[in-house]
């Protein structure tokens, strides 16, 4: 951290500047400028509030120099998370494949959709029996009913299930269901539910909020990783800006960047980062070329009845075809599609 | 609701959308124009979704027209929603003041300052005993202890106490103490805390979230109010943009916009929507201008040692000088400050 | 500027930047911490690129500690900048009060709307004769016998006429019958246009880009006043954002900021910061109170003619009411609206 | 065009409106629900002005249906728009590589780094004379010198030159050196500019503004097109977000949004949507591989001695590395880079 005072700072506030950091065990080193003197805060203390500081007087600014994640960070971890993933192992060469419905709107409905997406290429069945609705008049999905939908359909297909859980209560139930707990884009700041996530050791998908940094994403991150649960991978789906012809502005340049600040697997949302089944193809294949290590995606046999994010679906044709173009993308950046599974039981 | 077809659309595309809205109770009526069909979906019936007309093949769009909030919204209630908080009412002539520290950080501090901004004319205090932080590393508040000087500060000073929960397990316990729930910008889509406040019964401070739209801040609302619950207050914070010069955008046509939209009060917290103490008068003054109910301050003897959001703490005396200029602005637009009671002890 | 270095910057890295800097004329501060070095550059020498610095293998990050903008600084120029205005003083307790329609329609519509606003207590006349429209299909101005209009009804009322230049090429033109160049929010950066008006050392009025930051604004005023033209009134008038109910989002803590950080006189646009005349009310009032120097407000006869903005115009009797609030807070944060000068002529 | 009656309008409001909808040319077919009155706007008539008729009374809202662009529109031209640039063909298979540096800084230096590009596979050279800078103080570009030394490039290795002009007085001395005129993201809705361009016929790269809608881009496309110019290229470069891990963020959905709703040819400039050398490869290849018709790049001998835009520029070796991965991935997505021709003449 570096503490610049002001071009009029006197003698008195600098040393009590001084005075505050070497209190938290630190040591400084000064630079005694002609117009302004720069302290810089060296070594390990106690934690350092910058805005502390940055109320003193005479300080007309303090900086960060370093991120203020530390688990998360590739600097703590140099290789790559790896986390096992039904017979595939997410953060390797191998890409994940997360498809299936928005919501579970049924038995036969999300048992289909299972076998559907599993002989297209899926690695991994997605569903939700909790929705976050924005408005409580809105379909809230089916609860535990639907967790044990998924739980069948993982029986006959062999795909391990991600399932959103947004009550620190059902965190729980929700693992005794599913393979990895998905956090909603709006609960990825609720920090209740993040430590009953860590706390439970199950694998986690954490989205990024709809207007969250990177960094504020990869300190979300450490609260579930600070509790010893390093089974997270965090998802790109979009953030909101000003444009109006998709629903969210996939954030592109994300996808290297939280590879090169942190060891944690990526996976990419195209469908809630356009909005719009037509653009759901090229942004797959862009978050790919990009270096992400796997994709969720909506998928429904009949978008124009699906109870919720209808607009974003593909139908299962054209998944099948997204895969099969992924495959071959994996090629030139040296990641593959694992081949699908015999399947287990067929109804 | 209004779906547009196509240009092209074949008339069996169009017979289907409208075999879809009739079996879900509503009527159509059709213009045919010359280069589209449009169809007016009117009447009511079962909650119709946009998003899967939006899905059938030939539609081009669906456009919404009216708000998808009903409780929260003016025409259905288009009186103010009065709300007694202490000695006065929010949403009334009078202006609330609510003040106090970021957090609670000792009995001595809380109780200070809670006679410092009864004297300069606060009618209701603030103070954090859970504090949302974005690093877990961070002070994360005095919990329950917090909240007993909170309740000794109010039996000092007559104060009501607003403070955040963020556990809906908390909800029964801050009840306990509080007398506003204060739910804080980054839970405003924790749809768990909002269905658990809203049972309380207890009166709500529904702050907006960072980059959340007036809608969804009412759609938020609307979520509280559908338990039966009408205390609920909803407060603009400031939302996320490019400038960086301040840490939020106080979004000053929100208060103009919610009034006129919606019948609940309307509270405005400078502090957070500039995060700079130098701007907070300023903005605190066009707050009230523009018809705010009230405002949510926070004031810190020493913000220099503040455990968190010095950089935006008023000192005592600034906020007593606030007070007393949104006194005389009050005159202008027909409000009132409420003259402080008799302190009830004094310690 | 402070450069810091990587933690595992080589001493040859180091030594490197610190030659870089000395080449350009300054001197360096070393701080050589456990974990990195960290160079302060001292002095006045050449432009220092911070981008350029990094650039340099080992270097982590340089920040920049000042400002970019000189002479458009309060540091520069302590006291508040005065500029005349017809007969009343910009950036003096006086408040300017610019009214009157988004273009220039006619004679007769420009003349009458001109004795409307004054009589009301308008202190300058606004009207575009060349107005940049976003479709290549819109209206696009009545050009110079717009200004001709103008300039009939300044003889008339004895307001001083705003008026917006486009064209680099146009600016003697309109200067021969405009007060006050206006530079609208899309030419903000239009640096041909910026140095042509620069030049001209006319009065301008230099509105923020849509989603340009404060301090870009600042740059943006300084390509002016390099010129020597030292009359440059800047512009708040909403920034885009995400939020969808009004038009922009009126950026309230700029006037603050830019009071803060700079001499010249701000005005408030409320009509495009809400782009709803029912907001521009509540706005209005909300920008006087946060410190603004005037208004710049759309008013029509009969806004659902107006050939543009007639959804955020106000009618002459709403903006009557506005100036006379106007009138009464200015009491309260120490301001007064001209009183209408008599008329000039009668047609 | 719908207008949305409020659901208390008068009889009289709906016929006025109705009146007034007529009298530009058009039909009109009512709908008369429960609750209200919605009237559909039916054929050709004057250009009708959304905005007018939201403002007449009884009016709740307008709702446009289709697109305010024309030629730019697929629906006008469902065919690719094909632009020859040197030896290939813009908007076919071919992809188009634009490389160079950010500012032509001398005659040695733009030599060498064409005929690094040149070889490395680059299509065209880029590279600036005359330079929009956020600071008056900054380096502005070499002018027309710079352009005779981008020719002597030309002749040697027989790239084609993209070069922005920012003064509509020097598009026909631009035009007499460079094969494409650049107009830059400030420049986006300059309309003095965008005619200038339009009317020399010459080919035009347009980059969006840095926080335009796709809609807005274009619109300002429509202005060039209007003049009978259907040499346009537009650009994504990045857009405004909150963000500040990069410098923009580079818009992915815009590729395909472009695609779909335009036949104009889209290049990516991942340089300038990402701000950081480190992550223009990944986005390079993300671009492609969502449809982009081809890349801008800045390229630098010594980027941190760069006189701009060191900091996003690639050396040649990187550059040369990507060209190869794009070529590659060329195949996956149905695209060739073209062989690099033969040199014309080696200095």
Known sequence: MIVIMNPNASARQISDVIARIRA?????????GEQQTIIGVIGRGRPLDREQLSTM?????????THPYKIASRMYHPE?????????????????IIAGPCSVEGREQIIEIAHAVREAGATALRGGAFKPRTSP?????MGEEGLRYLAEAREQTGLPIVTEVMDPNLVPMVCEYADVLQIGARNMQNYTLLNAV????????????????????????EYILSHGNMRVMVCERGIRTY?????NTFDINAIPAIKS???LPVIADPSHGTGKWEYVES?????????????????HQTPETASSDGRQSLKPERFARLVSRIRKLGEVVDRVVPQPLPEMTRP
Chains 1, 2, 3, 4 share one sequence.
């Open 24 to 32: 938290m065990g630190y040591e400084v080193h000064i630079s005694e």
């Open 57 to 65: 007087d005479g300080v007309h600014d303090v900086l960060a120099v």
């Open 80 to 96: 790559n998370t790896q986390i096992p993933l039904g017979a595939m192992t997410v953060g390797s060469k191998e890409l994940a």
């Open 137 to 141: 008049y809105s379909f809230q999905g």
């Open 198 to 221: 860590g706390q439970s050791q199950h694998t986690v998908l954490l989205k990024r909020g709809m207007s969250s940094t990177i960094e504020e994403l990869l300190m979300a991150a």
């Open 243 to 247: 444009e109006t012809e998709t629903r």
């Open 261 to 263: 600040l942190s060891h």
């Open 283 to 299: 942004v797959s294949m862009a978050a790919i070329a990009a270096g992400a290590d796997g994709l969720i995606l909506e998928v």
